[in-house]
């Protein structure tokens, strides 16, 4: 498994930007999918958006389609989230996650992925 750090975080005005970083340990970075879940307050924790490990394939949720875009620079062993035209409903607490990719798929249910960060919090005022 990959240990995961997230940063990034913050309270930011509706309608703002912010970028999720998350750095990844270990050689072999290139071999996982990585994913953007978020968790709300009473609330189950959902997808956000997911890449594939040569980057060239990307998936996301309807609700941040457009106004997020997942990246990664496996060079440097990290995955970006900019997250913009941020909304009150974007508020949660954002996680990165990964998984050893075989082949890509849009996988978007938290037991596709074995790897997990401690999460960054994101608060979108109004």
């Known amino acids: 498994q990959v240990q995961l750090v997230e940063s990034g975080g913050g309270l930011v005005q509706a309608g703002g930007s912010l970028r999720l970083s998350c750095v990844a340990s270990?050689?072999?970075?290139?071999?996982?999918?990585l994913a953007w879940f978020r968790q709300a307050p009473g609330k189950e924790r959902e997808f956000v958006a997911s890449?594939?490990?040569?980057?060239?394939?990307?998936y996301y949720a309807d609700s941040v389609k457009g106004r997020f875009t997942i990246s990664r620079d496996n060079a440097k062993n990290t995955v970006y989230l900019q997250m913009n035209s941020l909304k009150p409903e974007d508020t949660a607490v954002y996680y990165c996650?990964?998984?050893?990719?075989?082949?890509?798929?849009?996988?978007?249910?938290?037991?596709?992925?074995?790897?997990w960060g401690q999460g960054t919090q994101v608060t979108v005022s109004s």
């Open positions: 996650a990964a998984d050893m990719e075989l082949f890509y798929r849009p996988r978007t249910r938290t037991s596709d992925f074995g790897s």
């Open positions: 270990g050689r072999t970075f290139n071999s996982y999918t």
């Open positions: 890449i594939s490990r040569s980057g060239d394939s990307t």
